[in-house]
């Protein structure tokens, strides 16, 4: 019925509800007709309008009856959003998920319903518009009434889409409101005939007004009244006719000041498309206006200077200006008679048009890149000589001109000419080729290798480098490691066929050390190579450092998990391609979180250490310890090692870490758990061997660790098996398949039944009943365990609820709490609104817990909830008892009504004295400190005899009765009480009867 995956999630579904401005308002007429008038369409006694978010179904609208909110656990419309389309069930007590429903169950119970979801136009389902009766119907709903419903739940939709754009315009209008006063322009609104009928506060203040009043309906010509009014009328004109006009001038303000203004006029158009009215809007330019005046003055004073600039020089100098791009605007005398430039064609103006063809291209694009940073520059290039189409070489200088925003407006610049300096450099480049090396080369050693000779020059500074004499040598390269030479060899060779190369090599220098060069060069000639030699031995080290930081664990010093995988892959490899094997231990702390917590991280850190260091000390060098994090390592294991030494090995590490240490005059002791798996035992890939390890260190932890596990085919098998068994859970909650069983408890004085204890079983579609002994792994799933108790909760809820009305003597019942729901937060809250909602009161219920429940970390917090459970008048038993590690303190220091004596000491009490002996402890224990005692397994006369003499309170087991569904609890009542009224009374309540 209900799509476990919709086409929507449920995040994006809960934003879209919170959108509407609707949950927990007050009651509206319209939502109230609406529910009305659903349920007067369809004949039901009941119309609902709701809402459903994480937690409950909020009405909104509720027609027939009086509720404002459903827990969500209980609701039937949740299984309508679900479907996302009309949901019409016709006998809620024949249908298979909702014939427990409590609605069902009730006094007056509910048999029909009928919900349509409201969904919104992205397909999101916000709550629904449902009818209910307390008939059945079996034809459901007539497609008129299908119909109705349909236009009904759009009508709500609608109301609701109408707020959230009333709201979206209200918000729009203040925004615009907020612009209006915050902008720094004059703006106006002008009818036809120019008259003013709004301007903003700011408009006001600029022309000397202080408020509207006193220039409304006043000619808006009148107002900026400008020398050239007719330029005013065309803009006007214009705005009605174009669309928009614009001018400027200067006019005074009311305070006499004249200021500069820039003014655009646009129509403000009605719903036909003709003109209503006219929007203004004035910018103050004053400043800009003087600033502009200002900039012509100066421009005509540096005309005149530029013009006469190259007198002053010794050599020509040329003044450009140009645009942004580099388009020429303006240029001296000089500039225009050596280029030959026209003054007045533009497209003759640019730079590709005075730069001489012998370098254009390469020019070009030192002038493109020069414009584009946009920053000053400097270039040399050939500019062509009008006069005989001949070059001379300028050095090109420019400067940015930019404006009060920091953009480009135009470039500055000059052009000086260098070409005799130009053919210095070039007749001097050849001789200078060496020592321009050279001084790149810095704490480099130059030098020249012939080698057809095997002569070889090397610079002065190569003996302060390399320890060689400089001047001519034989060999070119001396000292190389012998590991290297390879190397050299061929990067001679390399040189000969391609022209230029490098290498990296060690070179052992006269005083003993030994350092990395790097070598560079190039062919100069046919019997020339040019290059140089430089010292990298800190570049190395540089190298050598990070490498290390990536690849080891900056606390320990060991590989980490990049590492260790590599060393794993490359271990693995080499043991396929020579037959040989490979050891994987993976180790982890046992109580490392709780060092870290009670003695500080410090500690911690110091017990990672130690444990490195004992690691590093058990194992060959052509192993590896690494720690791939947190406070788990790997130890890898090579050939000649098998498996069975790994696994000595691990037995061994077991022992050498459990040896205490000092930190801070306290002493630890590392305990630690133990997988271990192995090539070719196992698996042979290192993904697959990784898990294999990892599935053997789980089955460590979870046989009570402190222990070495090897791995086998069966754990993967078993851990298969509970990730199946986790999936299969979650459909079974889905799907209510998890159902309570009830196991009656009988006072051994009276043979009363007293209470009950709920036990859950899976109602397999296909295996039929199963217990928990199938399904129990489940539990150690938090949020598995969490969903079953919440399902457990209410199906207890409403069976109590039921044999309530039927007015059955039923006692308490029992609930069993796993360890996590003690970690959800809201746990007492949840079970108490259950209960409340399905109204019984607490006193019926008993909730157990085991010891381990009491011991954990999260003991703090469970002594509150408990102590919340009995301020409700909920009892508390503690289950198991005896199996443990609880204390009388733990009995002293939690609100426990209640002791379970634990089967294991029952079903040997005929015939062992010790356990007969701890029972009496517990009874008497019990009754000091005035609790019940519950024994639970008994499954003979002989063991209830015998608990009965010892003054036990209460019994449980199959003696009495087998745990049954609860539909099966009137008859077992019944039939209990038929025969406590025929048993004889010297047997008293230990005759079997059930």
């Known amino acids: ?353 005075i730069v001489h063809p012998i370098r254009r291209d390469q020019s070009l694009v030192l002038l493109d890149d020069a414009f584009s940073r946009e920053s000053s520059f400097e270039v040399e290039i050939p500019i062509r000589r009008a006069c005989d189409d001949s070059y001379r070489w300028f050095i090109v200088r420019g400067q940015p001109l930019k404006d009060e925003n920091g953009d480009i407006e135009q470039w500055f610049g000059i052009a000086m000419d260098i070409h005799e300096r130009k053919q210095s450099e070039d007749a001097l480049r050849n001789s200078e080729e060496r020592l321009q090396l050279a001084l790149r080369a810095a704490h480099m050693v130059a030098w020249e290798y012939n080698p057809r000779t095997k002569e070889t020059k090397r610079s002065e500074n190569s003996l302060s480098l390399l320890g060689i004499n400089p001047g001519t040598e034989v060999e070119l390269f001396e000292n190389v490691h012998p590991l290297d030479e390879p190397k050299v060899k061929h990067f001679l060779e390399r040189i000969e066929i391609y022209g230029a190369d490098s290498v990296e090599c060690r070179i052992l220098l006269p005083n003993g050390q030994l350092r990395w060069f790097r070598v560079r060069a190039e062919k100069a000639g046919p019997d020339r190579i040019v290059g140089v030699t430089f010292d990298i031995t800190d570049q190395k080290d540089a190298e050598e450092e990070i490498w290390h930081s990536a690849n080891h664990d900056p606390l320990t010093g060991l590989p980490n998990r990049s590492l260790f995988q590599r060393r794993l892959d490359a271990a693995l490899a080499n043991a396929k391609q020579n037959g040989t094997s490979v050891s994987l231990l993976l180790v982890d702390l046992d109580e490392f979180k709780d060092i870290n917590d009670t003695l500080g991280h410090d500690a911690g850190d110091a017990l990672l250490k130690e444990t490195a260091s004992r690691l590093s000390s058990m194992v060959r060098d052509c192993d590896t310890v690494a720690r791939l994090g947190g406070d788990e390592f790997a130890i890898l294991v090579v050939e000649p090692l098998k498996l069975e030494n790994s696994t000595r090995l691990g037995s061994l590490i077991l022992e050498t870490l459990r040896q205490p240490f000092t930190y801070q005059k306290r002493t630890l002791v590392s305990r630690v758990s133990i997988g271990v798996a192995a090539y070719p035992d196992h698996d042979d890939e290192p993904a697959e061997l990784m898990k294999d390890a990892d599935i053997a260190l789980y089955q460590a932890k979870a046989q009570g660790r402190h222990q070495v596990v090897t791995y086998s085919s069966t754990m993967r098998h078993l851990t298969e098996q509970r990730v199946s068994l986790g999936r299969s859970l979650r459909d079974a909650i889905f799907n209510h398949e998890i159902v309570p069983f009830y196991q009656p408890k009988i006072s051994l004085d009276t043979g009363q039944v007293v209470g009950f204890e709920a036990l859950a079983r899976w109602h397999h579609p296909r295996r039929g009943i199963l217990t928990p002994a199938t399904f129990g792994a489940a539990f150690e799933d938090y949020e598995l365990a969490s969903e079953i108790g919440k399902l457990l909760m209410s199906r207890v809820a409403t069976d109590l609820r039921q044999w309530l009305d039927d007015d059955l003597p039923i006692g308490r019942v029992a609930l069993n709490l796993s360890p996590a729901e003690f970690i959800q937060p809201g746990m007492v809250d949840n079970m108490l609104r259950t209960l409340d909602w399905i109204k019984v009161s607490p006193k019926f219920l008993e909730v157990e817990v085991t010891e381990t429940v009491l011991l954990g970390r999260n003991s703090d917090n469970v002594s509150k909830l408990l102590e919340q459970f009995r301020q409700h008048d909920i009892h508390i038993a503690l289950d198991d008892f005896g199996t443990g590690y609880a204390s009388l303190t733990h009995l002293k220091q939690f609100p426990v009504n209640h002791i379970k004596i634990d089967r294991s000491f029952v079903q040997n009490l005929e015939n062992d004295p010790d356990d007969e002996a701890i029972i009496a402890a517990v009874i008497g224990l019990g009754k000091s400190l005035k609790l019940q005692v519950t024994a639970e397994g008994v499954e003979t006369l002989g063991q209830a005899e015998r608990l009965r003499k010892l003054g036990c309170d209460h019994v449980q087991g199959f003696f009495y009765a087998r745990p049954i569904p609860a539909c099966d609890i009137p008859h077992f009542l019944a039939k209990w009480r038929r025969k406590a009224e025929r048993r004889p009374t010297k047997t008293g309540p230990l005759q079997r009867a059930c």
């Open 1 to 353: 019925m209900n799509d476990p995956n919709p086409s929507w999630q449920e995040a994006d579904r809960l934003v879209a509800l919170r959108s509407f401005p609707i949950l927990d308002t007050a009651p509206e007429s319209f939502f109230d007709a609406i529910a009305s008038m659903a349920a007067h369409m369809c004949k039901a006694p009941i119309g609902l309008i709701s809402f459903i978010d994480e937690d409950r179904q909020w009405l909104k609208a509720a027609h027939g009856i009086q509720t404002c909110e459903i827990p969500r656990t209980l609701s039937i419309c949740t299984h309508t959003i679900g479907d996302n389309k009309l949901l019409v069930i016709p006998d809620l007590k024949k249908h298979k998920r909702f014939k427990d429903h409590p609605l069902v169950n009730a006094d007056q119970p509910i048999s029909f319903y009928a919900g349509i979801p409201l969904t919104t136009k992205d397909g999101l389902p916000l709550g629904t518009l449902c009818v209910l009766d307390y008939k059945a119907r079996r034809r459901g709903l007539s497609e008129e009434q299908a119909l109705a419903l349909t236009g009904l739940a759009q009508a709500v939709l609608s109301q609701l889409q109408l707020r959230l754009s009333e709201k979206t315009l209200a918000e729009s209008h203040r925004l615009k409101q907020r612009l209006l006063s915050s902008s720094g322009d004059c703006i106006a609104v002008l009818d036809l005939e120019l008259r003013l009928l709004y301007m903003n506060e700011n408009g006001l203040k600029s022309i000397g007004f202080e408020n509207i009043g006193s220039v409304q309906g006043q000619c808006w010509t009148d107002l900026f009244a400008i020398a050239e009014r007719s330029s005013a009328l065309q803009a006007i004109e214009a705005a009605k006719t174009d669309g928009i006009g614009r001018y400027a001038g200067s006019c005074p303000t009311a305070t006499g000041i004249s200021k500069w203004w820039d003014i655009v006029i646009t129509p403000i158009m009605n719903d036909d498309g003709v003109p209503q009215s006219l929007l203004c809007v004035s910018r103050d330019i004053t400043d800009i206006h003087k600033a502009q005046e200002n900039l012509r003055q100066s421009e005509s004073r540096f005309r005149t200077l530029v013009d006469v600039m190259p007198l002053s020089f010794l050599s020509p100098q040329a003044v450009w200006f140009s645009d942004r791009k580099g388009t020429f605007s303006y240029c001296n005398e000089y500039w225009y008679d050596y280029t030959g430039l026209e003054r007045d064609e533009r497209s003759s103006r640019r730079w590709e048009s």
